[in-house]
């Protein structure tokens, strides 16, 4: 096995990383920056620490990645195959990121394996892409949504007869924690993604065995790569987060944040469901800010960044797929 291949693969990877780390910081950090809990600065700090502690937190979601959606191709075809895929993921996360579309880093991700494996002739386990993607790219924005309104429900329920000044002091300092959580879980889930990436190139090159452990070097160069991403900022999509959904205030932002960080942990303990950062807090803001009143989301902003959550998988394929015959023809 070509090592010079498994080497670009593997730093393709972590560029990946670094991508969705810029490109997802907006989610972690939008709402307390936006309802100014946080400066930019220290937001981006925490959320860049977070990430990297969350980064340890477990390994399902990466065991999801790299044994439940692809066959894991062999030879430097296989290693093809993902080079395309990360590339295909990558152009889209600049994209949405040039645009300022809040998109999902990990359905891109997603994407470029399913289109780099067809175009590859490699087997696409679909009730896997179905049960572990698809099913929860729908389900977690509707949980999202209906919980975000909920909880803030709940607070406007708990918090009737407080002071209002005192108690948006209160939540100010509240979403220090929500906002680490959201750090927190997103790097649970994001970093994992590309540990599952890098474990199936070490696989590929017979530098790991199916079913090893993830190495201790893969998940601190990944989490390292998120994190850094992270503070480098993604300012173009957290002015779509923070304020062109909604005007938040802090206890919408602490509601937001709340449900996002549960939903989360939740999927990536219980389910070792690879779920969209993006789509959870997005669809949590949506259900926040209809507490106030339906009409108070700008419903057409939502629309777009809807319309592109369903491009995002399709047009990550293609361009993977692309990228697989380019390679094909220049170097396998």
């Known amino acids: 096995m070509d090592t010079f291949a498994l080497v670009v693969t593997i730093a393709v990877a972590l560029f990946f990383t670094y991508t969705n780390g810029f490109h997802d910081s907006a989610n972690a950090i939008a709402t307390s920056v936006s309802t100014r809990a946080l400066t930019p600065k220290a937001a981006l700090a925490m959320a860049a620490v977070m990430n990297l502690a969350g980064a340890f937190m477990g390994s399902g979601v990466a065991k999801t990645v790299s044994e439940g959606l692809i066959q894991t191709p062999t030879g430097s075809k296989g290693m093809g195959i993902l080079f395309a895929a990360l590339v295909g993921a990558i152009v889209w996360n600049l994209i949405t990121w040039y645009f300022g579309l809040p998109s999902s880093s990990s359905h891109a991700l997603f994407g470029g394996m399913v289109g780099a494996a067809l175009a590859g002739g490699t087997t696409v386990y679909w009730d896997g892409v179905l049960e572990k993607v698809v099913i929860p790219m729908f389900v977690s924005p509707v949980v999202g949504m209906l919980a975000g309104y909920l909880v803030m429900t709940a607070i406007l329920w708990i918090f009737r007869k407080a002071n209002p000044h005192k108690a948006k002091r209160g ?97 990536a303990f219980l389910f070792k469901a690879p779920i969209s950062t993006t789509h959870v807090i997005t669809s949590a803001i949506m259900g926040v800010g209809a507490t106030k009143r339906v009409n108070a989301v700008r419903w057409g902003v939502a629309k777009n960044i809807i319309l592109g959550w369903f491009i995002t998988m399709p047009a990550a394929a293609l361009v993977a797929a692309a990228s697989f015959g380019i390679v094909n023809l220049a170097f396998l």
């Open 171 to 267: 939540f100010r300092i509240a979403q220090t924690v929500s906002a680490a959580g959201m750090a927190l879980g997103h790097g649970l889930q994001d970093a994992q993604k590309t540990m599952g990436i890098v474990v199936m190139a070490l696989v590929i090159a017979d530098v790991e065995d199916y079913g090893d452990p993830i190495p201790v070097w893969v998940k601190i160069a990944c989490a390292v790569m998120l994190s850094l991403g992270t503070y480098a900022g993604g300012w173009r999509i957290m002015r779509t987060l923070g304020r062109k959904i909604i005007e938040l205030d802090p206890p919408q932002g602490f509601a937001a944040e709340t449900t996002g960080a549960s939903i989360m942990f939740t999927t």
